[in-house]
């Protein structure tokens, strides 16, 4: 399977060009996005807004061999009737193009031809075909001799009075590689899809991510529920090791993109830009069931199929594999610099994390204390476990889910009273856990000592040993961040050199 990502913005696009905020300054100049839409082995196109044409045109990419053309929803973003007449004006009038939809986006293409060219759309001998988008009702396409795509809508939760029920699509193609377009959605998502999508195990998942940081526009994803939707796809055997996972439909809604990138690889997600290449290795050709609807027969075009175009030289080919999360995470941090937040953050898109908390419970004799820990628990997921435990060891050696460790600074504050030679133990099999832990786990920790020296004995021997604690770990970790005013600085591994 090749996908070529045509665009992979949101409807405006990003940036917005009318918008002078910092994330439509950046994409301006770095990354500029067009509207969301993914080409298919050059034969089998998902969504077709106003900027996909232009697109095509401005990455090399011919359109002449589309045969099929999907369309999950009738908002102006996602469908662009004006091409199907500019295509009759083409070299491939001729030539079949299936063109399947949920109903008000089919009466849209309908509406428009009828006005612009003065006839009924799909009518006795017409190459165009217009098939209607059903959620839970699998099509085969093909005619002919041609390969054949076996598609799969699923339910959006997205939609309104105008435009009806919006669908997802779960693409086989005809060497059996999978692949789901999330596009657009909110979450969660209806309960028939996740039934449908348990156990899929996509090649590629392209998941909409229109709301970044600023929730509340519209019905989509922001960053929060993107990382909660993954974590479900991957609890139910829709996402696998193997997934790559693309955020697309991207606005200005989002961080700047390198922060949007970094956040995006905390989630085992990535964000390539418009012009993307793919190349999925094949499975085993695909057989479609027998309860799919069948819309292969042939309709006899006039002329040959010129079949798919060649590939320009200056279309180049992204062939990595899906990220693979760091095993060992340190974030430090002075207080209230949001390390909490972004270690949390890493772990939101983990099917399931246990939350090892190292302080002491709030018992009422200390308001504050009390108020902090209840910002942690309410900012945390509801299906994460907590445990309150300072035996660190066991858990770092033990298979299992994600742990996310908050705080060392409160583990090396529960021993201030041991002396060096007991100390120095407990840390040491603190670190040979750490060195040697059998699942992921991202560990907090406060960067102290920074400013003047501890006026107390008691501050100076915290400071001192929670320093040595941190090196140690850090020197044994695969990442290290430091979190300042909000903004997290990766310190190891180096930041790559641009």
């Not at 004006?89 to 193009?97: E, I």
Request: charged share 25%.
């Amino acid at each position: 399977m090749r996908l070529t990502l045509l665009g992979t913005g949101s409807a405006d696009g990003w940036p917005n060009p009318w918008c002078e905020c910092a994330s439509c300054v950046w994409a301006r100049t770095h990354q500029p996005r067009g509207q969301s839409a993914v080409l298919v082995d050059d034969r089998l196109l998902i969504d077709f807004g106003p900027d996909v044409p232009r697109a095509a045109a401005r990455f090399g990419v011919s359109l002449a061999g589309l045969r099929h053309l999907l369309v999950g929803h009738a908002h102006p973003d996602h469908l662009g009737p004006e091409a199907l007449m500019w295509r009759s004006w083409s070299t491939v009038a001729d030539q079949p193009l299936d063109v399947l939809a949920p109903p008000a986006a089919l009466e849209v293409c309908r509406a428009f031809i009828r006005r612009w060219e003065g006839r009924e759309p799909g009518a006795d001998g017409s190459p165009l075909r217009l098939l209607t988008a059903t959620a839970g009702e699998p099509v085969e396409l093909g005619r002919g001799d041609e390969p054949r795509y076996l598609v799969r809508p699923v339910a959006a939760r997205h939609g309104d009075a105008d435009i009806g029920p919006a669908v997802l699509f779960d693409v086989t193609t005809p060497d059996g590689s999978r692949l789901l377009y999330g596009c657009d959605t909110a979450a969660p998502l209806p309960p028939q899809t996740l039934t449908a999508l348990a156990g899929r195990a996509f090649d590629v998942v392209l998941l909409e991510e229109n709301n970044g940081d600023r929730p509340g526009f519209g019905e989509h994803l922001d960053l929060p529920s993107f990382a909660r939707l993954v974590a479900e796809l991957r609890e139910l055997g829709a996402v696998v090791e193997s997934t790559r996972v693309l955020a697309v439909h991207l606005s200005h809604r989002n961080p700047p993109g390198d922060e949007l990138t970094r956040r995006l690889h905390d989630l085992g997600a990535e964000a390539p830009p418009d012009g993307t290449i793919l190349d999925v290795p094949p499975r085993a050709p695909s057989r479609a069931p027998s309860v799919a609807r069948s819309v292969s027969q042939s309709v006899a075009p006039s002329g040959s199929d010129p079949g798919r175009p060649p590939e320009p030289s200056n279309r180049s080919v992204s062939r990595p594999a899906p990220p693979t999360p760091p095993r060992r995470v340190l974030v430090t941090g002075g207080t209230r610099s949001g390390k909490s937040a972004h270690a949390e953050h890493r772990l939101l898109a983990e099917p399931d994390v246990l939350y090892v908390a190292t302080s002491r419970p709030a018992d009422g004799s200390d308001p504050d204390w009390a108020a902090r820990i209840q910002a942690h628990r309410d900012r945390r997921p509801p299906g994460w476990g907590t445990v309150e435990t300072l035996d660190l060891e066991p858990l770092l050696r033990s298979p299992g889910p994600a742990l996310l460790i908050d705080s060392v600074s409160l583990w090396v504050a529960a021993r201030l009273d041991e002396d060096e030679p007991g100390f120095e133990a407990s840390v040491h099999g603190l670190v040979e856990a750490w060195r040697d832990a059998r699942r992921r786990v991202v560990a907090v920790t406060d960067e102290a000592g920074s400013g003047p020296v501890a006026p107390t004995a008691v501050g100076r021997r915290f400071v001192d040993r929670l320093g040595e604690v941190n090196s140690r770990l850090a020197a044994e970790a695969d990442e290290v961040w430091l979190s300042v005013a909000g903004l997290p600085v990766r310190l190891r591994p180096a930041e790559p050199a641009s």
